[in-house]
């Protein structure tokens, strides 16, 4: 196999990992029913408001989760495609049908009837899964997730550190979410507020995690990642 084909397969692998780890903890914020992260607070009063004025009975918020995240692609090829990657349609391909399984998976062991202690520590299981998984994802420079790549950009091109920026965008998805109908609880503040500077602090930890695996299974690279 050619090294340029191994590396990407392989950066490709740990993106699916780190897409799959980052929407086990959305499916567990869900699950929890204590609101669920704020993207998905988007996805969900978009998915709640479609269904209801449709009555589409193929819809589901996996469904919804992946047109979101084509029609956020869209924007960004006419504004700027740089950003679009291969991983970048591989996120928007499986995020939502992970997040489908990990519900069918799961909802039978977590769900409303949990006691309210175990679902808030269902919740910061939830935030630091997301945060960790979403950090894979992007150290593994093989494209990001559309709904991360929001703060992604907007921090690129103004400058602000990435941590404050994923704030202020959880913020405005949380805000629109709820307007359409999307579950808003104290779990979703919490997410707003925590996914964000926990991410910034696992972004040098995954780096290096992506990195080892790289120099393992490719050695002949000679660079970093």
């Known amino acids: 196999m050619k090294k340029g084909l191994k590396e990407t397969i392989l950066r490709l692998v740990i993106l699916l990992a780190g897409l799959t780890v980052a929407h086990l903890g959305v499916t567990l914020f869900l ?18 408001t479609t269904k209801s004025l449709s009555g589409w ?4 918020h996996g469904y919804t989760h992946m047109a979101i ?16 990657k291969l991983g970048t349609i591989v996120c928007m391909i499986c995020g939502g049908p992970i997040i489908d399984f990990f519900t069918g998976l799961l909802n039978g062991i977590v769900n ?19 945060a ?3 950090t894979i994802v992007m150290k593994s420079d093989a494209g990001v997730g559309p709904n991360d790549l929001v703060a992604i950009v907007i921090s690129d091109k103004l400058h602000f550190a990435f941590g ?3 704030i202020g965008t959880d913020v405005c998805f949380v ?14 503040i919490i997410c707003a507020f925590l996914v964000g500077p926990v991410a910034q602090i696992f972004l040098p930890v995954s780096g290096r995690i992506v990195e080892f695996i790289m120099h393992t299974f490719t050695p002949e690279r000679g660079g970093g990642a």
Do not use: E, H, K
């Not at 009975?57 to 589901?60: D, E, S, V, Y």
């Not at 409303?112 to 997301?130: D, M, Q």
């Open 31 to 48: 699950l929890a029913d204590l609101g669920a992260d704020p993207f998905n607070v988007l996805v969900q009063g978009i998915f709640r």
């Open 175 to 188: 805000a629109v979410g709820f307007l359409l109908g999307g579950a808003l609880n104290i779990g979703t």
């Open 164 to 166: 404050p920026t994923r």
């Open 132 to 134: 960790f998984g979403m």
């Open 112 to 130: 409303s009837g949990n006691p309210f202690i175990i679902r808030i520590i269902t919740l910061a299981a939830g935030c630091v899964i997301l």
């Open 57 to 60: 009975a193929f819809l589901t």
């Open 69 to 84: 995240c084509f029609l956020i692609i869209i924007v960004l090829l006419i504004t700027d495609r740089s950003y679009i």
